[in-house]
């Protein structure tokens, strides 16, 4: 059974967390500030620590599937002894018993371990200012939404990312045109002109983002980026403290797929940008290699909202660095179907004006 790591203040005895507004540890009982070099000794003790020997007979009733028991972990908060249940992902939480801050090291150990962390830098309270300010001059939005939908839940999660880095080196070739209008007394010339386009050179790519986590929507997570790695520091499972996170269940190797195609797209659309001056550019070949292709693995800071209304639920995230806000919201139909009426109306007067104008004259 995992063991739980706690961080405890050594003024009050009261659970620390990492503070996002002051980046800093911090303990919310007592307000103590604690330099993250101070504790750096944490990560030395938590290798140190040994495994609860527990025996337990099992009481009659129902047994876990083997399925079951393949998706979950049973863990005890060192601090009042409670189990929990979690994810065979979960990396840290809180005790639902205690409510104390807890990492699982062992969620980050060997192969499992992060090389990079950014902080959070973007609390709770700024989430909830962002879904509000979401909402706000949103053409189509249901009036009553604002007013009626609810926050279900809100929580920090450290989300696990693959980055990769690679220098792409491609080849493309485009058929481009040039055409020349023009006219004299009897009849209008048209000439075009045809070009084989080369082009040939290297993009660096660095820290291309994939999420490690099949929990998390790609769509969602690729919405919030771009993250400023600048600001990642090498891994301490003192920022987890009073955050959720969670350990990849996708891996590098089942990651390259989607990172080969953004590497792709963005190549290929750098490229043609610099096929310039034609009437018209046609891509016939394009190749890319990479090479000093290489993977390493992080977790990013994410805040995820969970909204009801009307019986179905709305999902939001931001950014946990930088603030950047994303989500789906219901739309007001009947104030769509107006708008395109309105708009329809307008565009046909606009042509019966234009047409009435042409008889005159």
């Known amino acids: 059974m995992p063991a739980l790591q706690e961080y405890k203040c050594p003024c009050c005895g009261g659970s620390i967390e990492w503070n996002s507004t002051v980046q800093q540890l911090k303990c919310p ?34 047994t876990w599937s083997d399925d079951e028991a393949s998706q979950v972990q049973l863990f005890v908060c060192k601090s009042c002894g409670g189990e929990i249940i979690g994810d065979k992902n979960m990396g840290a939480t809180s005790c639902p018993y205690c409510n104390n801050a807890v990492v699982v090291p062992s969620q980050f150990s060997g192969d499992l371990r992060p090389d990079f962390v950014i902080p959070f830098k973007k609390n709770k309270e700024e989430a909830k200012a962002a879904l509000k300010n979401h909402l706000r001059r949103k053409r189509f939005l249901p009036k009553v939404f604002t007013d009626e939908n609810h926050i279900d839940e809100i929580k920090g999660i450290y989300v696990p990312f693959w980055l990769f880095d690679a220098k792409a080196e491609a080849h493309a070739r485009y058929k481009a045109s040039n055409v020349r209008v023009w006219s004299d007394r009897d009849y209008q010339y048209t000439e075009t002109t045809f070009y084989s386009v080369s082009r040939a050179g290297y993009l660096d790519f660095d820290h291309v983002a994939i999420d490690g986590s099949s929990k998390m929507a790609d769509d969602l997570m690729e919405s919030i980026e771009p993250f400023d790695f600048s600001e990642a520091v090498d891994f301490r499972t003192a920022y987890l403290a009073g955050f959720l996170a969670d350990r990849y269940d996708v891996t590098a190797e089942q990651s390259i797929e989607r990172a080969n195609s953004r590497i792709r797209k963005t190549t290929e659309e750098e490229f043609e940008k610099t096929v310039q001056g034609y009437s018209s550019v046609v891509p016939e070949s394009e190749s890319v290699r990479l090479k000093e292709a290489r993977a390493s693995y992080a977790l990013y800071p994410v805040w995820l909202l969970n909204t009801s ?7 939001f995230a931001m950014n946990g660095q930088t603030g950047k806000f994303v989500g789906d919201l219901p739309v007001d139909q009947g104030a769509y179907t107006r708008s395109f009426v309105i708009t329809a109306l307008g565009v046909a007067a606009a042509v019966m004006g234009a047409l009435t104008l042409i008889n005159i004259m």
């Open 29 to 62: 009982f007592c307000d103590t500030e604690f330099d993250l070099e101070t504790l750096k000794g944490y990560d030395e003790d938590i290798k140190q620590d040994g495994q609860d020997d527990m025996t337990w007979n099992p009481e009659p009733g129902d």
């Open 309 to 315: 209304w009307q019986g179905e639920q709305y999902t």
